[in-house]
């Protein structure tokens, strides 16, 4: 099976741009996570889509928004992009919900977003 | 609130050594843990979940960690360190919200470094 994949790997933007970043995740996943990684604030969480309902979202700003299709492909959009909002993006995926029945998430290779 | 800690930043080791990266938690249930693994440049790789049986688990590339319910720890081990297991490792929790959710949270990170 493929894993899980990001596009784009690698963008640039200026303050107050907005981006869009699409994760694809492994045939089957219903489930898809999206974290930030930081140096100063490390792995955040940033929402979580099951089945095309969001059930979870960390503590961002409204600024960050995400979708999950029927396919179960996501897309997070960051609007007015700040420069703290470089970081590396994170999309994981999982077979199952979360529930009593759990398994392991895996990972996609990021997309390492640069705000100018 | 869920949480892990990760007490130290860097761990050195020659390679053939053993190797300990020490991992703590805090759960207010039954923890779901996990360590993951980042080579530069990369996403975050799944070496190996603790959620219920035996307290030692085996994972990926000769690692195991050993669940202690009275220390509250989830160390991962290695008999013999390579010079190719430098990379930064993660241990995380499962969240629990109240819901289902995949969401995790994550320890601050350790990098290992093995001298050959």
């Known amino acids: 099976k493929a894993g899980v994949t990001q596009t784009p790997r690698y963008l640039i933007k200026t303050r107050g741009q907005q981006v869009t970043l699409s994760c694809s995740p492994i045939s089957g996943h219903r489930s898809v996570s999206w974290y930030q990684q930081t140096p100063g604030q490390g792995l955040q969480f940033l929402f979580e889509?099951?089945?095309?309902?969001?059930?979870n979202k960390g503590n961002f700003p409204g600024r960050f928004s995400g979708r999950q299709f029927s396919n179960s492909r996501s897309e997070m959009n960051v609007s007015t992009l700040e420069l703290g909002d470089s970081a590396l993006y994170l999309c994981?995926?999982?077979?199952?919900?979360?529930?009593?029945?759990?398994?392991?998430?895996?990972f996609g290779p990021g997309t390492r977003l640069t705000v100018l | 609130a869920q949480s892990v800690a990760q007490p130290e930043d860097q761990v050195n080791v020659a390679e053939g050594n053993p190797l300990t990266v020490k991992c703590t938690y805090s759960?207010?249930?039954?923890?779901?843990l996990f360590w993951y693994v980042q080579y530069p440049n990369r996403g975050l790789q799944f070496l190996l979940k603790y959620i219920t049986g035996d307290n030692l688990v085996k994972g990926s590339y000769g690692f195991e960690a050993e669940f202690n319910k009275s220390q509250t720890s989830f160390h991962l081990k290695k008999p013999s360190a390579l010079v190719s297991d430098s990379a930064l490792y993660f241990c995380?929790?499962?969240?629990?919200?109240?819901?289902?959710?995949?969401?995790?949270?994550f320890g601050t990170g350790t990098l290992l470094a093995v001298q050959p």
């Open positions: 995380a929790v499962r969240d629990d919200y109240g819901g289902a959710t995949n969401k995790l949270i």
């Open positions: 889509y099951f089945s095309e309902t969001q059930r």
């Open positions: 759960v207010s249930g039954n923890p779901y």
């Open positions: 994981a995926s999982s077979s199952t919900g979360g529930g009593a029945t759990y398994n392991e998430q895996f």
